[in-house]
T-cell receptor, first 114, second 112 residues
Framework: DTAVSQTPKYLVTQMGNDKSIKCEQNLGHDTMYWYKQDSKKFLKIMFSYNNKELIINETVPNRFSPKSPDKAHLNLHINSLELGDSAVYFC?????????????FGPGTRLTVT | AQSVTQLGSHVSVSEGALVLLRCNYSSSVPPYLFWYVQYPNQGLQLLLKYTSAATLVKGINGFEAEFKKSETSFHLTKPSAHMSDAAEYFCAVSEGGNKLVFGAGTILRVKS
């Protein structure tokens, strides 16, 4: 059973389009995250949700909108895609209760904007 | 604010040799520290973590790391490298909230 899954794995689209990436975890965790890994492999947190409530919102363009329909799902919607949005996006989850808990990562979604 | 510095973006070792990947952190409070590994085209997998118990932490695949507060370091070691260890390794720090801050990563190459 896949613990953290993401769909799609690859996403190729044109500038200006709107796209969504879906994430699901079956670990029973309360907290979920979105990370962006750029072309230099630098990994940076974008958002975090705890029990469907936004708790971390880094400096991310408001074209990015996360949505958590329930605590097992965290989707990422991106409007008006730009070339600079090309990256690998990782979803992760962890138990709530502080930073001592490791985060479990999904396989990533490679987004290419042309 | 917490930060992580990984010295050496690329490290190359021979198979059977010692692996040493360096990580220094900055944190205003006692940190939680993690090492993750990323194989090509895959997500990150936890190798080990430090959460203020023992300063020498053992992880999976024969890796271990030692927390040294005086040096603000959390270097990752493995006594004998295997070809399957070739991957990118990320050190990360948390100050107790849910936010993980990652270093820039170190690519480990293992030569036969």
């Amino acid at each position: 059973d896949t613990a953290v899954s993401q769909t799609p794995k690859y996403l190729v689209t044109q500038m200006g389009n709107d796209k969504s990436i879906k994430c699901e975890q079956n670990l029973g965790h309360d907290t979920m995250y979105w990370y962006k890994q750029d072309s230099k492999k630098f990994l940076k947190i974008m958002f975090s949700y705890n029990n469907k409530e936004l708790i971390i919102n880094e400096t991310v363009p408001n074209r990015f909108s996360p949505k958590s329909p329930d605590k097992a799902h965290l989707n990422l919607h991106i409007n008006s895609l730009e070339l600079g949005d090309s990256a690998v996006y990782f979803c992760a989850s962890s138990p709530s209760g502080g930073g001592a808990y490791e985060q479990y990562f999904g396989p990533g979604t490679r987004l290419t904007v042309t | 604010a917490q930060s992580v510095t990984q010295l050496g973006s690329h490290v190359s070792v021979s198979e059977g040799a010692l692996v040493l990947l360096r990580c220094n952190y900055s944190s205003s409070v006692p940190p939680y520290l993690f090492w993750y590994v990323q194989y090509p085209n895959q997500g990150l997998q936890l190798l080990l973590k430090y959460t203020s118990a023992a300063t020498l932490v053992k992880g999976i695949n024969g890796f271990e790391a030692e927390f040294k507060k005086s040096e603000t370091s959390f270097h990752l070691t493995k006594p004998s490298a295997h070809m399957s260890d070739a991957a990118e390794y990320f050190c990360a720090v948390s100050e107790g909230g849910n936010k993980l801050v990652f270093g820039a990563g170190t690519i480990l190459r293992v030569k036969s």
